[in-house]
């Protein structure tokens, strides 16, 4: 797959395109280089602009500069939308333009600079749209969205009651997040059933008919409590821009439309910005599809590729190639591994950088030494001057760390680990969202049924009564056990209907469900900073509504007491797997397990296109790095089949994506165990020594480094 515009497209000279008689303003476009000017100056009446932007290019300096440069020429900041792929990154560009803007027009500080109400994820933006257009589609302006563990809920319950549970004389059925993974792949490739299952899911071939009348009973059961899950809000959008009225009310909303990211739109994604912006004009698509890593969401790069042809006229294609994060050395190598990519052809990103040390190969015996290893390299770096929060960790999957997190807390390491438990999957969080949503929503049975379990005394017989009876507070008569609990719980539900105020809503509910938190978890105390984050959030937001619907959508990192940031250290190194760390930079980068079958991950090499997402998510791992990068190659692993670590092991060899024609770009070495006193009979000879090459970053050297000379341009050790 290519990973970059094919040869098809054309890409234009990086010269400034200025419309007749504008003159960019010098403030707007300072520090941009001649390329992102070009880019940030585009005309946009002439025709639909696509920037292919490598990584670390400065593509957020790039678009911001473009959404000042707009505004300066006259376009209204409430007429432009700006779609990102997290709240963070639409955050950050909205801010960044709305400083620059700021300075251009000379406000005091005391003055707020210019707002840009438009500027959001796909899901947010889809569902402001809805909130405004619901009657259109015959949805309950009060519509809840469903997040991802209730809607896995409402599927299991459609699956439960089809009787497809039942296990007796039938074939295995694919469980509710299987059903309901099926079911998001058919909505965001635009793809039918059958060919969903025969290229994802063949092992559920068999069940095509009663998985359709599954998802039919999911569709009803979600009309029926008027929710919506993440899947629908696109869907339903794009539903709108369908029909003449409805399309017309929301094309005349915006003038300019910019799309960030645009290798990871899916199909369905796609159609909705071509039918907000038929033809292009007033569109601007930034992308990179060396970077394209979220298939499995359903996203494709042959979107950004076909992109200039689906605009009348054809989309400008210009590139930015000038890296502003990381070293030539490292760049060479990560665009070694890249061109390598089949098909097309790629961006050869460039640093005015010096040009620092290049990445180190580094072979350790196995899961352990890696994990000891990693840990001295992070405090040897540390030592050196790095921050530990400069420095990162990075791996295809989340239990690839499992090593290296018992060895830094052995070591008192203080870390971070994103991938983990998120911020609305944490049980009290969900219960205290569930209290405004069923408010909201009093046919929202999932919210319903969790308000009404916290209760003491509800039994599930109970709450199966006060479901059937349609939640109604006033007419549902609790046991005998659960009057005081259900009462209080039906004044605070009454509260909330019928005397609204925001944010003192949350805080009534917080209140409420106080007893309960202190009754039900034994960390109360802690997991009551998560709800008194909640408060500091609500005021950002400006109705209940709002306020559910964005934290579903784009809910906090993680929870405080689970993944967030240590609060009792004011350092601490970052681990995240791969697709985690999309967007992000560190001073040090440290890549685990670098052998196939975990990069490539051994479930990802069943087609070409899989091996090939691969290879990418090594280029966006290595790009990640400013000034160190360290690739750590453990030779065998643990595997519980076997008997003995001793008679048997598993050998794993160096990932396919760095061949031999590649190692010139890398210093290699081989690292063996303190306890070791002569080179490792596994590990083969010995390449380099770790310690020159880490140079004074890796102050004190590390016991059982076997030096054995240097690479090219490189003085001996």
């Known amino acids: 797959?290519?990973?970059?515009?094919?040869?098809?497209?054309?890409?234009?000279?990086?010269?400034?395109?200025?419309?007749?008689?504008?003159?960019?303003?010098?403030?707007?476009?300072?520090?941009?280089?001649?390329?992102?000017?070009?880019?940030?100056?585009?005309?946009?009446?002439?025709?639909?602009?696509?920037?292919?932007?490598?990584?670390?290019?400065?593509?957020?300096?790039?678009?911001?500069?473009?959404?000042?440069?707009l505004v300066q020429q006259g376009a209204d900041p409430q007429r432009l939308l700006l779609i990102t792929f997290s709240r963070r990154a639409a955050g950050e560009m909205a801010a960044r333009a709305a400083r620059l803007l700021h300075r251009l027009a000379g406000l005091p500080a005391s003055v707020a600079p210019p707002h840009l109400p438009w500027c959001g994820t796909f899901h947010g933006v889809a569902a402001r749209l809805l909130r405004d257009e619901a009657r259109h589609v015959g949805l309950n302006e009060g519509f809840t969205v469903l997040d991802r563990g209730d809607a896995e809920e409402l599927m299991a319950q459609a699956r439960q009651s089809a009787g497809l549970a039942e296990t007796e004389g039938r074939a295995r059925f694919p469980l509710a997040p299987t059903c309901l993974a099926i079911h998001s792949r058919c909505i965001n490739t635009r793809a039918p059933l059958a060919e969903v299952l025969r290229e994802h899911f063949p092992w559920c071939a068999v069940h095509e008919a009663a998985l359709g009348s599954l998802f039919a009973a999911y569709a009803a059961a979600k009309r029926a409590q008027h929710s919506l899950d993440f899947d629908d809000l696109l869907l339903a959008c794009w539903h709108l821009l369908q029909a003449p009225a409805s399309a017309s009310r929301l094309r005349a909303r915006f003038d300019h439309v910019l799309v960030d990211e645009v290798q990871d739109v899916n199909a369905l994604q796609a159609d909705i910005v071509h039918a907000l912006r038929p033809g292009g004009q007033g569109l601007t698509a930034v992308g990179d599809d060396a970077q394209a890593i979220y298939a499995f969401r359903g996203a494709d790069p042959r979107h950004l590729r076909d992109l200039p042809a689906r605009c009348t006229p054809q989309a400008l294609v210009l590139t930015l190639t000038e890296n502003y994060r990381s070293t030539p050395a490292i760049?060479?190598?990560?665009?070694?591994?890249?061109?390598?990519?089949?098909?097309?052809?790629?961006?050869?990103?460039?640093?005015?950088?010096?040009?620092?040390?290049?990445?180190?190969?580094?072979?350790?015996?196995?899961?352990?030494?890696?994990?000891?290893?990693?840990?001295?390299?992070?405090?040897?770096?540390?030592?050196?001057?790095?921050?530990?929060?400069?420095?990162?960790?990075?791996?295809?999957?989340?239990?690839?760390?499992?090593?290296?997190?018992?060895?830094?807390?052995?070591?008192?390491?203080?870390?971070?680990k994103y991938g983990g438990l998120r911020f609305l999957e944490a049980a009290h969080v969900k219960d205290v969202v569930a209290v405004l949503r069923w408010a909201d929503n009093p046919a929202a049975r999932g919210a319903a049924a969790r308000c009404a379990r916290l209760v003491p005394g509800l039994g599930p017989a109970s709450v199966a009564r006060l479901l059937d009876g349609g939640g109604d507070l006033a007419a549902f008569k609790p046991p005998p056990a659960a009057r005081a609990g259900w009462a209080a719980l039906a004044q605070v539900m009454a509260q909330l209907r019928d005397e609204p105020a925001w944010p003192a809503d949350l805080q009534r509910a917080i209140d409420w469900y106080q007893p309960h938190l202190e009754r039900l978890h034994d960390d109360?105390?802690?997991?009551?900073?998560?709800?008194?984050?909640?408060?500091?959030?609500?005021?950002?937001?400006?109705?209940?509504?709002?306020?559910?619907?964005?934290?579903?959508?784009?809910?906090?990192?993680?929870?405080?007491?689970?993944?967030?940031?240590?609060?009792?250290?004011?350092?601490?190194?970052?681990?995240?797997?791969?697709?985690?760390?999309?967007?992000?930079?560190?001073?040090?980068?440290?890549?685990?397990?670098?052998?196939?079958?975990?990069?490539?991950?051994?479930?990802?090499?069943?087609r070409a296109a899989e091996i090939e997402?691969?290879?990418?998510?090594?280029?966006?791992?290595?790009?990640?790095?400013?000034?160190?990068?360290?690739?750590?190659?453990?030779?065998?692993?643990?595997?519980?089949?076997?008997?003995?670590?001793?008679e048997r092991h598993l050998y794993a060899p160096r990932t396919r994506f760095i061949g031999d024609e590649l190692l010139a770009h890398f210093d290699q070495a081989v690292l063996t165990p303190p306890s070791q006193t002569g080179p490792s009979a596994d590990a083969g000879p010995p390449l380099l020594d770790l310690t020159a090459l880490l140079g004074s970053t890796w102050a004190g050297g590390s016991p059982g480094v076997q030096p054995t000379g240097s690479g090219p341009g490189q003085d001996p050790a």
């Open 331 to 416: 760049l060479a190598a990560a665009n070694a591994v890249i061109a390598q990519a089949a098909g097309g052809r790629a961006l050869q990103l460039h640093s005015r950088r010096g040009e620092g040390l290049r990445p180190r190969l580094v072979t350790v015996a196995d899961e352990a030494a890696e994990a000891h290893g990693v840990a001295d390299a992070v405090l040897a770096e540390r030592e050196a001057g790095i921050l530990l929060r400069r420095q990162a960790v990075l791996f295809r999957t989340a239990t690839h760390s499992a090593a290296l997190e018992l060895e830094l807390v052995r070591r008192r390491v203080p870390f971070v």
């Open 1 to 69: 797959m290519s990973t970059t515009a094919p040869t098809s497209l054309t890409v234009e000279p990086a010269a400034p395109r200025l419309a007749s008689g504008v003159v960019p303003d010098v403030g707007t476009l300072a520090g941009l280089n001649e390329s992102q000017r070009a880019a940030a100056t585009h005309p946009p009446h002439d025709r639909a602009l696509l920037v292919l932007a490598g990584a670390g290019s400065g593509k957020t300096s790039t678009l911001a500069a473009r959404v000042a440069w």
């Open 524 to 606: 109360a105390r802690v997991r009551r900073g998560d709800l008194d984050a909640l408060l500091r959030l609500a005021g950002q937001h400006g109705s209940r509504h709002h306020f559910v619907t964005e934290l579903t959508l784009d809910p906090p990192a993680a929870t405080g007491d689970e993944a967030g940031p240590p609060h009792r250290d004011d350092d601490y190194l970052v681990l995240s797997t791969l697709h985690s760390a999309k967007g992000q930079e560190w001073s040090a980068v440290h890549l685990l397990r670098m052998v196939d079958g975990c990069m490539p991950a051994d479930m990802a090499t069943g």
């Open 613 to 646: 997402e691969e290879r990418r998510l090594l280029y966006v791992g290595m790009t990640r790095a400013k000034d160190s990068l360290t690739l750590w190659v453990p030779q065998r692993f643990h595997v519980t089949q076997q008997r003995a670590w001793g």
